[in-house]
């Protein structure tokens, strides 16, 4: 048996760095990488539907986060109503974290029901649902955004082990123990039982959401994360996936088919010439989809007023053709120190030079006045060419 196991599409994920300049007379924020990067999710869906097709697979299973909450508009709804239409495959949507199976769950709103084509089920209802003759699937949908219980562990307690001739896969969501070190949350799924209903014969394949990093367990890669289909922040490790399973009573072998377009970045830089300015501008020209990444930049050394300029501007530039280029300032540690060029250049003469003069004694590295380079910069890219 055939399946696509995939999750955490977050329809309707906003991220508030998308379309953002890298200075002010860049013109801010746009909204426009925001408006691609909402289409690129749905893109994704619909690739992930192809393959579905393709494959001749039985059904795509998605587990949890469909939506990035309960709370998301309708015109969201539509769009993702829209792309779910386009499978031929039957689809089966768990309710996840983010949209739980509560009073507000988008996934039983009127908008979605109207909309919803006939082949996409909601496992909203937890327990074993005969999905395909000889095929079932175990759902555990999250009821609340806070569940107290270790709700697959839950379902696979109140299972014998399946029938012969019975394939059966449990659709989970939240984090396995071995991945979530807190020791305080409730709803952690418990390894040892996951395993355990593996060996027996409860269920022969695990698929679990909320990791977006794609992830197979070492002790049996039956028990998988498929990560998020498109990339959602910049410390995910693998995402951009779904998996193609083959399942059987006692294996499942594993495609892995990308289907994400977009990237997520963190560089970091130490500045303190003109030669290491001149490198950050040829990573920043060399990187491929620029209007499809966003680029967090940790930057740290020393520069003059002359070069801290060159690099306002080297970022702005670069920044238009990026989705977003951002400087991480809570990590970086780049001070602006002028020198006696910097003071020349001005060209400053009378009481101009006299104030100038008294802003670069005050910016100096033993007096520290952040205030006084903030207006030696500003000066710096008033009066000089």
């Known amino acids: 048996?055939?399946?696509?196991?995939?999750?955490?599409?977050?329809l309707g994920m906003t991220r508030r760095y998308l379309g953002a300049r890298p200075a002010k007379e860049a013109g801010g924020p746009t909204g426009e990488a925001q408006a691609r990067f909402a289409g690129a999710r749905l893109d994704a869906v619909r690739a992930l539907g192809r393959i579905a097709d393709d494959a001749g697979a039985a059904f795509v299973l998605v587990c949890g986060d469909v939506f990035e909450s309960?709370?998301?508009?309708?015109?969201?709804?539509?769009?993702?109503?829209?792309?779910?239409?386009?499978?031929?495959?039957?689809?089966?949507?768990l309710p996840g974290n983010h949209d739980p199976a509560d009073a507000a769950c988008v996934l039983r709103r009127p908008d979605f029901a109207r909309r919803c084509p006939p082949h996409?089920?909601?496992?909203?209802?937890?327990?074993?649902?005969?999905?395909?003759?000889g095929v079932e699937v175990v759902a555990a949908p999250w009821r609340s955004k806070h569940p107290l219980t270790d709700l697959?562990?839950?379902?696979l307690a109140a299972l014998s082990p399946a029938p012969r001739g019975t394939l059966r896969v449990l659709a989970g969501h939240g984090e396995l123990d071995v991945l979530d070190p807190d020791d305080d949350e409730p709803a952690r799924i418990r390894r040892d039982g996951v395993l355990a209903a593996l060996r027996d014969g409860r269920v022969h394949y695990v698929a679990l959401g909320d990791r977006h990093s794609a992830w197979a367990d070492a002790v049996d890669d039956r028990i998988r994360h498929a990560g998020t289909p498109e990339v959602t922040d910049f410390d995910e490790v693998?995402?951009?996936?779904?998996?193609?399973?083959?399942?059987?009573?006692?294996a499942a072998r594993v495609r892995t088919e990308t289907v994400g377009r977009w990237r997520f970045v963190r560089h970091d830089a130490a500045l303190d010439t003109d030669d290491d300015l001149d490198a950050l501008d040829v990573w920043l020209a060399a990187r491929p989809d620029k209007e499809r990444t966003a680029v967090r930049l940790v930057l740290r050394?020393?520069?003059?007023?002359?070069?801290?300029?060159?690099?306002?501007?080297?970022?702005?530039?670069?920044?238009?053709?990026?989705?977003?280029?951002?400087?991480?300032e809570p990590h970086s540690d780049l001070a602006t120190v002028p020198d006696d060029a910097d003071l020349d250049a001005l060209d400053l003469h009378g009481f101009a030079?006299?104030?100038?003069?008294?802003?670069?004694?005050?910016?100096?590295?033993?007096q520290g006045d952040a205030e006084a380079r903030d207006a030696l910069r500003l000066l710096h890219r008033l009066v000089t060419p």
């Open 1 to 10: 048996m055939r399946f696509v196991h995939t999750a955490d599409w977050q």
């Open 353 to 366: 030079a006299d104030a100038a003069a008294e802003l670069f004694a005050a910016a100096a590295p033993e």
């Open 152 to 155: 697959v562990g839950e379902q």
């Open 120 to 133: 996409v089920t909601v496992l909203d209802t937890p327990g074993v649902h005969e999905v395909a003759p």
């Open 70 to 93: 309960n709370l998301v508009g309708p015109d969201v709804v539509a769009r993702a109503c829209e792309a779910l239409a386009s499978f031929r495959t039957p689809v089966l949507l």
């Open 238 to 250: 693998d995402p951009g996936h779904v998996l193609v399973v083959d399942l059987d009573e006692h």
């Open 301 to 328: 050394g020393t520069l003059s007023l002359r070069q801290r300029t060159r690099l306002d501007d080297l970022l702005a530039g670069h920044g238009h053709a990026y989705a977003s280029v951002e400087v991480l």
